[in-house]
C-alpha cells in the first residue's frame, strides 16, 4: 500500500500569503493518478487539483499543484480568507482499486 | 451538476449492522461508480471501496473485506453502504462520492455513524 506523508501538519500564514503544501508518497505514483482536495469544518472534501497539476471546475488559479513521482506539492498564492482549511492529498491506482489520502495539512491564519 | 445526497445520522449497539443510502440526481448511474469514504473524528479521509452500478461490481479495502457491502439500485440512481459488526472504532462520518476514474469530483454531505452501548 502507498503511504502519503503530508508536510507540515499546520501552516500559519496571514491573509495575503502565499502557502506551500507538500505531499511525499512511499513509492512512485503516477501523476494522472494524484489529486488534492480542501476539506473546511463540517463540510465533505472538495476536489481542487487532479492529474498533479489540473485545477477541477471552479476552483481559482491562485491554487497550483506540481510535481511527479514521490513528491508533489500544492501551492496557494496569495490566500484568501475562504482558503483557511484542511487540504489533503490522495493518490489512487486501479489494479487493484486503492486509493489513499493523506493525513493532511491545516492551513491556519496566522 | 451531480448531487449526491446521503440519508441521515445513526445511533448504533456495537455488534449491530448499518445502512447508509446515497442518491444521485442530474447524472445517470450508468455514467460513473460511486466511491465510500470514511472520516473518524478529527482523523483524514480513509477509503472503504467502490461499487461500478453498470456493471454491479463492487471493489472493498481489505480493511473492510467480509464487514462491508456496497450495493446500487439503478431504477433509483441510489446507493448503499452496509456496514456489520459495528464496534466503537467505526464511529465517523461516511460519504459517498462520485468516482469518474480516481477522480472524486462530487460528494455527499456525510452522514454520521456513532456506535455507542
Known amino acids: 500500500e502507498i503511504v502519503l506523508t503530508q508536510s507540515p501538519g499546520t501552516l500559519s500564514l496571514s491573509p495575503g500569503e502565499r502557502a506551500t503544501l507538500s505531499c511525499r508518497a512511499s513509492?512512485?505514483?503516477?501523476?494522472?493518478?494524484f489529486a488534492w482536495y480542501q476539506q473546511k469544518p463540517g463540510q465533505a472534501p472538495r476536489l481542487l487539483i487532479y492529474?498533479?497539476?489540473s485545477r477541477a471546475t471552479g476552483i481559482p488559479d491562485r491554487f497550483s499543484g506540481s510535481g511527479s513521482g514521490t513528491d508533489f506539492t500544492l501551492t496557494i498564492t496569495g490566500l484568501e480568507p475562504e482558503d483557511f482549511a484542511v487540504y489533503y492529498c490522495?493518490?489512487?491506482?486501479?489494479?487493484?482499486?486503492?486509493?489513499?489520502f493523506g493525513q493532511g495539512t491545516k492551513v491556519e491564519i496566522k | 451538476q451531480v448531487q449526491l445526497v446521503q440519508s441521515g445520522a445513526e445511533v448504533k449497539k456495537p455488534g449491530s449492522s448499518v445502512k447508509v443510502s446515497c442518491k444521485a440526481s442530474?447524472?445517470?448511474?450508468?455514467?460513473?461508480?460511486i466511491t465510500w469514504v470514511r472520516q473518524a473524528p478529527g482523523q483524514g479521509p480513509e477509503w472503504m471501496g467502490r461499487?461500478?452500478?453498470?456493471?454491479?461490481?463492487?471493489y472493498y479495502a481489505q480493511k473492510f473485506q467480509g464487514r462491508v457491502t456496497f450495493t446500487a439500485d439503478k431504477s433509483t440512481n441510489t446507493a448503499y453502504m452496509d456496514l456489520s459488526s459495528l464496534r466503537s472504532e467505526d464511529t465517523a462520518i461516511y460519504y459517498c462520492?462520485?468516482?469518474?476514474?480516481?477522480?472524486?469530483?462530487?460528494w455527499g454531505q456525510g452522514t454520521l455513524v456513532t456506535v455507542s452501548s
Open positions: 462520492a462520485r468516482d469518474m476514474v480516481g477522480l472524486l469530483d462530487f
Open positions: 442530474g447524472g445517470s448511474f450508468n455514467n460513473f461508480a
Open positions: 461499487v461500478i452500478p453498470i456493471l454491479d461490481t463492487a
Open positions: 513509492q512512485n505514483v503516477r501523476s494522472s493518478n
Open positions: 492529474g498533479a497539476s
Open positions: 490522495q493518490q489512487h491506482g486501479s489494479s487493484p482499486p486503492m486509493y489513499t
